[in-house]
């Protein structure tokens, strides 16, 4: 998202989603291939959370 070169942490945490679009969105057709450091992680985390009624934050 960031651009920048994932360092040893962004490589280990490795949030990426990889997804095939099918019927039912606007982008049916299309790929998804999203690979975020860390720093990316968290903002998007932090925007996305808030507008979700079912937390996908959890202790573990
Ligand atoms: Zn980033």
Same mark, same amino acid.
């Given at each position: 998202?960031? %651009?920048?070169?994932?360092?040893?942490?962004?490589?280990?945490? =490795?949030?990426?989603?990889?997804? +095939? /679009? %099918?019927?039912? *969105?606007?982008?049916?057709?299309?790929? /998804? *291939?999203? =690979?975020?450091?860390?720093?990316?992680?968290? +903002?998007?985390?932090?925007? /996305?959370?808030?507008?979700?009624?079912? =937390?996908?934050? *959890?202790? /573990?």
């Amino acid at each position: 998202m960031c %651009g920048k070169e994932f360092d040893i942490w962004d490589e280990q945490e =490795n949030f990426c989603f990889e997804h +095939k /679009v %099918g019927y039912g *969105s606007i982008h049916d057709g299309e790929q /998804v *291939s999203l =690979n975020l450091c860390c720093d990316c992680f968290d +903002k998007v985390i932090d925007i /996305v959370a808030p507008m979700c009624q079912v =937390n996908p934050l *959890s202790e /573990v």
